[in-house]
Nanobody
Framework: QLQLVESGGGLAQPGGSLRLSCTAS????????IGWFRQAPGKAREGVSC????????NYADSVKGRFTISRDNAKNMVYLQMNSLKPEDTALYYC????????????????WGQGTQVTVSS
């Protein structure tokens, strides 16, 4: 079973930056699309970004476009979410998730989920 682990969360000031990482234990991510999601208290989980297995296709939620960048380094078995120009509304628990090859249209299509890493944006 594929196990995903997120890291890199923490406290940032508005306008600051954080880089989240997602990695798998014991299994290569070469054949998996990786999505980033977030969930704030009292709100539904929402999609943030996704990158396909080759890195050739990416997508972003409108709320983060131009501020966040998803990337992957298959040699390191890592996927990253670079978050710049952070806003208080970015505060949430951030998850990475995986499915084979291509980014799906629905959250339910992701087969594996990490436990999440907390991002808090506050002055």
């Amino acid at each position: 079973q594929l196990q995903l682990v997120e890291s890199g969360g923490g406290l940032a000031q508005p306008g600051g930056s954080l880089r989240l990482s997602c990695t798998a234990s014991g299994v290569t991510l070469d054949y998996y699309a990786i999505g980033w999601f977030r969930q704030a208290p009292g709100k539904a989980r929402e999609g943030v970004s996704c990158i396909d297995s080759s890195g050739g296709s990416t997508n972003y939620a409108d709320s983060v476009k131009g501020r966040f960048t998803i990337s992957r380094d298959n040699a390191k078995n890592m996927v990253y979410l670079q978050m710049n120009s952070l806003k208080p509304e970015d505060t949430a628990l951030y998850y990475c998730a995986a499915r084979r090859y291509t980014c799906p249209d629905y959250q339910s299509a992701y087969n594996y989920w990490g436990q999440g890493t907390q991002v808090t944006v506050s002055s």
